[in-house]
């Protein structure tokens, strides 16, 4: 027996897939993202164009508490572990499947007991007992893949698999992407949070000096009433952050999957955006570097399983053979199970071949192609979102600066304005209304650049995770 299941494991190393060969579909988007994209072609030359080497997390969010949120992310995100758990149940799956290459070899050993009913010679009844036992080992219903359909449907699992994997390396980038936005976020709140007290705390001040001014005649209850409106608009505004502050931590808390300490947090005088760093980004880069992208990646690995499937129903219009094969030792008793002469062995190949079915064959067939060319479409879809997405996050980068600089003059000239009608306003020059219009221009222009430089930070996060990581 151990000679036939070599030979028949020989035999099957020698069979090929019927599946189609594969061919990765030409890229459906511009061969440039950046500089001169919309003068390439589809599927054109991107002369000059570069790819970009992958970095990893650590390279990139530089800040020790930032890169400890995130590892404690890692550690305890959910929809992460459950992306993992997934993947490894498509490991298992996909070794499953393979085992369906080779024999399962199983030993069996059977006792059998029985009482009967006979004839005897006067024409009588009488009970009669039997009893044999044996002892066998082999395999049953082996099926020999002459046509490749249980290695088209092992490859079909293998590439299930690695698109899951894929897809978890995604979620993994996009978990990572997520903290540190969500840790920007509460490094910007806290700024403007910090902002509003400090106006708040002006305000008040203004308020005691005007109600000051109004005892000795100086200022008028108009006076008085529009500094006290200015206080509690900013109040309210403080407020409003602080509760924004906490919902911020809140969200963090939630994709962490566990309480992020105080000492973790970026700190009051710091918003926490220099921690995100990336190397300087040419003015075109090669579409090919898509091609990296884990959610690309998962989408062509989709596209193989589609193709392996074809090759499962095209073999399965063929003959279907399985062997079973046993070898071992019966006897009518224990005793003398081990005796000459009480060897046995069966060998019983099997052929099956589809006659009729009613086009169920056919149908199979057709429903794998076009499963095919669904997985083509969403591949190509995949490739132009990632497009989209990188040509986006390139267009912010390469005007993000401008806006910094010109939103750093702005609150630059706010402030000047803000110092010198609120000199007036103090030495009796102008009247409130004139320094309250240019503190509140001084504010919003303070809150505008904190806003801007979450924008800035968010998408150097957002950048690093359009670009695969």
Excluded at 154 to 160: F, G, H, T
Aim: net charge negative; proline share 2%; charged share 20%.
């Amino acid at each position: 027996m151990r000679a036939v299941v070599c030979a028949m494991a020989l035999l099957l190393g020698g069979c090929a897939s019927m599946a189609p060969d594969y061919v990765q579909p030409a890229l459906s988007v511009a061969s440039v993202i950046g500089a001169g994209e919309h003068a390439e072609n589809a599927g054109g030359s991107g002369d000059g164009a570069q790819e970009l080497p992958a970095l990893q997390w650590e390279q990139v969010f530089v800040d020790a508490r930032l890169r400890q949120v995130i590892e404690q992310a890692v550690a305890h995100n959910r929809d992460l572990r459950v992306s993992l758990l997934n993947v490894e149940k498509a490991q298992a799956q996909y070794r499953i499947q393979s085992a369906d290459l080779f024999p399962s070899i199983a030993a069996t050993a059977s006792q059998t007991a029985a009482r009967s009913a006979v004839s005897d010679t006067s024409g009588g009844m009488r009970g009669q007992a039997s009893r044999s036992a044996g002892l066998s080992v082999g395999f049953t219903s082996w099926e020999l893949d002459l046509f490749g359909r249980v290695r088209s449907l092992k490859n079909e699992a293998l590439e299930s698999y690695l698109s899951l994997e894929e897809t978890g390396r995604s979620a993994r980038i996009s978990l990572i992407a997520e903290v540190a936005s969500g840790w920007l976020t509460v490094g910007a709140y806290q700024q403007r949070l910090a902002l509003a007290q400090e106006t708040l705390a002006s305000q008040r001040k203004t308020l005691e000096l005007t109600r000051n001014k109004r005892a000795f005649g100086v200022a008028s209850a108009v006076d008085v009433s529009q500094v006290e409106t200015s206080v509690e608009s900013a109040r309210v505004d403080a407020a409003g952050y602080a509760t924004a502050l906490e919902q911020a931590r809140h969200a963090l808390d939630l994709l962490v999957g566990s309480h992020v300490g105080e000492d973790l947090l970026p700190s009051m005088a710091n918003d926490g955006s220099e921690g995100v760093a990336l190397a300087a980004l040419p003015d075109s880069i090669a579409s090919t570097t898509l091609l990296k992208r884990p959610d690309v990646l998962a989408a062509e690995h989709a596209l193989k399983a589609a193709n392996a499937d074809i090759g499962a129903a095209r073999a399965a219009f063929f003959p279907k053979v399985s062997l079973s094969v046993s070898a071992g030792r019966g006897s009518d008793s224990l005793s003398n199970l081990f005796d000459v002469g009480t060897r046995t062995w069966s060998f019983i190949p099997n052929v099956s071949l589809p006659i009729f079915n009613a086009g169920a064959l056919k149908a199979s067939l057709d429903m794998a192609e076009i499963q095919k060319n669904i997985q083509i479409a969403q591949y190509e879809k995949s490739i132009q979102s990632a497009f989209s997405e990188v040509a986006d996050a390139m267009s912010v980068r390469s005007h993000i600066g401008e806006q910094l600089d010109a939103q750093h003059a702005l609150v630059k000239a706010s402030q000047t304005s803000y110092e010198l009608s609120d000199a007036r306003y103090r030495n009796g020059v102008n009247s409130y209304l004139q320094a309250l219009d240019a503190q509140r221009s001084l504010y919003g222009a303070r809150q505008s650049l904190i806003t801007l430089q979450l924008s800035d930070a968010v998408s150097r996060v957002n950048l690093y995770k359009v670009l695969g990581g």
